[in-house]
């Protein structure tokens, strides 16, 4: 059964940690992206890669780090240099690195404590 | 990267009537058009997409949207609505990245 998962559903953030959302796809797509959705301000794209070993900062790069070793996985570490990380995180894939439509995830929710 | 508009925020509607929810982009050439849809619990799912060809294309659950280059506009319409239409709706423009609007959430009323 084809798609995209992430894990976990909830993560609860404490002052000054790191944590990890993890974003996992078998659709043998080369892109992957992460975006944060708030209420009221739709879907901002934090990162995204277009190939294994490569990535891009994304309209709100800021307080988060990505990584792309594998084509199946990307990453999202959100840094405690991001000071309002609560927010709705999504993970999306594509084809390629063009216009192609963009299949997402289940999403996560970051809180922080 | 493109500006996204959506006109309306939230909008509530009896089960049948008619539902069209606004969509404009900031400035033209070549773009893909989307519109999305968030069930309450589920995935963010594609709803319609147009990429060339005829500007009335045609998505799944009888939505339906109108590519008018001329108004840099994306309207998403559906002529009778059902409860389970209740949702909320975002539509997307990609030139060389995908920009989202914020999003219109609908409440179907039984």
């Known amino acids: 059964d084809g798609g995209i998962t992430q894990s976990p559903k909830y993560l609860f953030r404490k002052e000054g940690q790191n944590v990890t959302l993890s974003c996992e796809q078998n659709l043998n797509h080369d892109a992957m992206y992460w975006y944060r959705q708030d209420p009221g301000q739709g879907l901002r794209l934090i990162y995204y890669s277009q190939i294994v070993n490569d990535f891009q900062k994304g309209d709100i790069a800021e307080g988060y780090s990505v990584s792309r070793e594998k084509k199946e996985s990307f990453p999202l570490t959100v840094t405690s240099a991001q000071k309002n990380p609560t927010a709705f995180y999504l993970c999306a894939s594509s084809i390629g690195d063009g216009q192609e439509t963009q299949y997402f995830g289940p999403g996560t929710r970051l809180l922080v404590l | 990267a493109q500006s996204v508009s959506q006109h309306n925020h939230h909008v509530i509607l009896s089960e049948a009537a008619s539902l069209e929810l606004g969509c404009n982009y900031s400035y033209g050439g070549t773009v893909n058009l989307f519109w999305y849809v968030q069930y309450p619990g589920q995935h963010l799912q594609l709803l319609l997409k147009?990429?060339?060809?005829?500007?009335l294309v045609k998505g799944i659950k009888g939505f339906e949207a109108e590519f008018i280059k001329s108004k840099f506009s994306f309207n998403l319409r559906k002529p009778s609505v059902q409860w389970s239409d209740t949702a909320e709706y975002f539509c997307a423009v990609n030139d060389y990245k995908l920009s989202f609007g914020a999003g219109t959430t609908v409440t179907v009323r039984a």
């Open positions: 147009y990429f060339s060809g005829d500007p």
